[in-house]
């Protein structure tokens, strides 16, 4: 059994539009049966933030797999259920790694997840990102910098997004065309674009999540794991979202700092149940957006 906490009732969502049932009740049915299918994720990540991203992963009932190394990260691909690649400490054993991960899952027509870190800051991730996307990620994941880096921008202060969401809807808008993926945009009000130009807004989580090591990054590989339970890459990165953020608000609510925020998070993502999930999302979807 997972311990349930008090949540307040669903109020109106982001923007003053009213939050749409049917998006909250998708992200707990997706919950469930991640749960029930406690999915197997390979994660080529960075090294500031893999035990971090392990945990995560774990918490919330998935099964992570550091395999990150070249000659093997093909044939893990293969049997993995999602993939995530992180551009954040992109070493030439990772690059070579990532190459063989995501030809593998582009050949078996699988999923898996781009967060380009730092991406548009510095010159050989960025061209790493660049060159990667030509292989289709079913979800781009990133802040808003990191995404306009992506697409073709300056990006923003290391991993340090300079700009805001609204500022990389275009941008986001040129990966999905370039690349058929869902984008997700991190920020104090996430935004996800779908392939079709659909958007849906996530007006939860915490500034804590930028106090920690690993804040966004685990939340590519939560939407690693979800890619094995929703065919929609745009539904999977909005049930991610919505389940890591709304964890986030419950662990900041009872901690003192950073510190102990960081453990919170783990055990909110544990207890979280999915229906808390449809009692407490305030997923709005925007009127028109394409």
Same mark, same amino acid.
Not at 44 to 59: D, E, G, S
Not at 143 to 171: F, K, P, Q, Y
Not at 211 to 222: D, E, K, Q, S, V
Not at 269 to 278: F, G, K, N, V, Y
């Given at each position: ?9 669903? =109020?109106?969502?982001?923007?003053? #539009? ?17 749960? $029930? ?8 990540? *960075?090294?500031?933030? #893999? *035990?971090? =991203? ?7 009932? #998935? ?5 990150? %190394?070249?000659?093997?990260?093909? %044939? ?9 690649? *992180? ?13 063989? /991960? ?15 870190? $730092? ?23 990133? *802040?808003?910098?990191? %995404? ?14 300079? !700009? ?9 808008? /040129?990966? /999905?065309?370039? /690349?058929?993926?869902?984008? #997700? ?9 779908? +392939? ?7 007006? !939860? ?9 690993? @804040? ?16 929609? +890459? ?10 890591? =953020? ?7 609510? @009872? ?15 544990? $207890?979280?149940? +999915? ?16």
């Amino acid at each position: 059994m997972r311990d349930a906490v008090p949540l307040p009732a669903r =109020t109106a969502g982001a923007e003053g #539009a009213p939050p749409d049932p049917a998006l909250a009740e998708d992200a707990a049915t997706a919950l469930e049966e991640l749960r $029930a299918a406690a999915p197997l994720v390979q994660c080529i990540t *960075n090294t500031v933030v #893999a *035990n971090v =991203t392990a945990n995560v992963l774990l918490a919330v009932g #998935a099964s992570p797999a550091m395999t990150d %190394i070249q000659g093997e990260g093909g %044939i893990f691909a293969e049997l993995a259920d999602g993939l995530l690649v *992180n551009t954040g400490t992109p070493t030439a054993e990772q690059r070579g790694a990532a190459y063989e /991960a995501v030809g593998a899952r582009q050949r078996a027509g699988l999923a898996w997840v781009l967060d380009p870190v $730092a991406v548009g800051a510095l010159p050989v991730r960025t061209a790493l990102a660049r060159d990667l996307l030509r292989h289709r990620p079913a979800i781009v994941r990133g *802040n808003a910098s990191e %995404i306009m880096g992506l697409a073709g921008g300056a990006g923003g202060r290391g991993t340090d997004a300079t !700009h805001g969401v609204d500022a990389a809807r275009d941008a986001a808008a /040129a990966i /999905a065309a370039q /690349a058929g993926s869902a984008v #997700a945009v991190s920020g104090p009000v996430d935004l996800v674009r779908a +392939p079709d130009g659909s958007v849906v807004r996530v007006p !939860h989580g915490t500034p804590l999540l930028t106090r920690i090591t690993g @804040g966004g990054c685990a939340l590519g590989a939560l939407m690693a794991a979800f890619t094995a339970v929703r065919a929609d +890459p745009a539904a999977a990165a909005t049930a991610a979202t919505t389940v890591y =953020t709304l964890a986030a608000e419950d662990a900041a609510a @009872g901690c003192a700092g950073p510190g102990s925020f960081a453990v919170a998070l783990l055990d909110r993502l544990h $207890a979280i149940t +999915p229906e808390q999930l449809a009692a407490r999302a305030e997923l709005v979807r925007e009127e028109g957006a394409r």
